[in-house]
């Protein structure tokens, strides 16, 4: 690194300006987001159960892992018979 006249470091292509990337413009209605859920939640508990039962004892993680995967089943249930939108 080069400096110039003081303790500034010039670095090669500093003069140049970069501009920011141009945001795609959306109509109001384009996206879509899907309804709330509570198999997140589910799926969360039994991911906590699961783990919490590896520090207790053994069933507890079975059945933190029955949860988490009754959970996971019908997220993907649900997510899959949601009308689509277009």
């Given at each position: 690194?080069?400096?110039?006249?003081?303790?500034?470091?010039?670095?090669?292509?500093?003069?140049?300006?970069?501009?920011?990337?141009?945001?795609?413009?959306?109509?109001?209605?384009?996206?879509?987001?899907?309804?709330?859920?509570?198999?997140?939640?589910?799926?969360?508990?039994?991911?906590?159960?699961?783990?919490?039962?590896?520090?207790?004892?053994?069933?507890?993680?079975f059945?933190?892992?029955?949860?988490?995967?009754?959970?996971?089943?019908?997220?993907?249930?649900?997510?899959?018979?949601?009308?689509?939108?277009?």
């Open positions: 690194m080069q400096t110039e006249g003081g303790s500034h470091p010039v670095t090669a292509g500093a003069e140049r300006q970069t501009e920011p990337a141009p945001v795609a413009e959306h109509s109001a209605g384009s996206e879509h987001l899907p309804p709330p859920s509570i198999w997140p939640l589910v799926t969360a508990a039994g991911i906590a159960m699961g783990g919490m039962g590896l520090v207790t004892v053994g069933p507890v993680s059945l933190g892992l029955l949860i988490m995967v009754i959970g996971i089943v019908n997220w993907i249930q649900e997510l899959r018979h949601e009308p689509q939108h277009h």
